[in-house]
């Protein structure tokens, strides 16, 4: 599963790092060795929580600040092995409601961040998470990489932006950098307090609650990645420079309905129940509609797949926050 090179002793630093995803890979990281720095802004709506490195903190570097502030990551990227460049503003309606914040973030920021790695350490390999938004409503299932790319929101625009700022400066200036083009992904320590990150969150905490759940529309097909998935993806990218200068989709191991979704949901919670309702006029205007990943481009050169059914990790999913709700609230 795991063919990446040794981690250990190597010095990585993850944006974003007290997030879902984050927080995860420094988990990975410390386990294989790695000396891991996080930065992390928490600022609330963004889904950085310390409960994510519980049981890690003392074997972990936290920085609390933001990657808008160019002083602080110019010192951070100093001397680091490797960048996992996580950190990102993801609400899709939050970016409509506050486009200038989502362009501060997702390309403003990443523009400096890259400028850092540049000035002060260019010898850094680079890992972008990306994310499937920027296709846009598809053209053809399913979507491989060289779909047009179409962004139906303001993320989307500001993601791309981002992701191409990464492929210039690996082809500019020699900048070791790579993109991955995140689907659904959903797991332990993702944010389940409102539906700012994916739906999939307030769906698992109103189970839990013994809440019904509201799906909308229901027919819409889409691919789930587990974050254990994800994880190897972002380890197998940055240590291979086969990688470097390429974007890469990933995906799930099958292809559901949200209906199918919600059942699967309720089936590996035991009980539960959801309601189907139409989708809101607001959303409608920036839903794309059915999407699933074409991940074959990934899978031919870094050898990646994901291992963890849809099944099995909404199980692992829900286990875990049976167990930690009430850190997650």
Known sequence: MNNYPTYAHSKVLITGGLGFIGSNLARRLVELGAQVTLVDSLIPEYGGNLFNIAGIEDRVRVNISDVRDEHSMKYLVQGQAYLFNLAGQTSHMDSMEDPFTDLEINARAQLSILEACRKYNPGIKVVFASTRQIYGKPDRLPVDEGHPLRPVDVNGINKMAGEWYHILYNNVYDIRACALRLTNTYGPRMRIKDARQTFLGIWIRLLIEGQPFEV???????????????????????????????????????????????????????????????????????????????????????????HIGLAEGLRRTLDYFRATLKDYL
Do not use: C, H
């Open 216 to 306: 909308w529309g229901g027919e819409q097909l889409r691919d789930f990645t587990y974050v254990d998935d994800v994880v190897e993806a972002l380890l197998l990218a940055a240590g291979d420079d086969q990688a470097n200068g390429q974007v890469y989709n990933l995906g799930g191991d099958g292809v559901v309905s949200l209906a199918k979704l919600a059942e699967m949901t309720v089936a590996a919670n035991k009980g539960g129940n959801f309601v189907l309702r139409q989708f809101p006029a607001e959303r409608k205007r920036i839903d794309i509609g059915d999407y699933y990943a074409d991940w074959r481009l990934m899978q031919q050169q870094l050898g990646w797949q994901p």
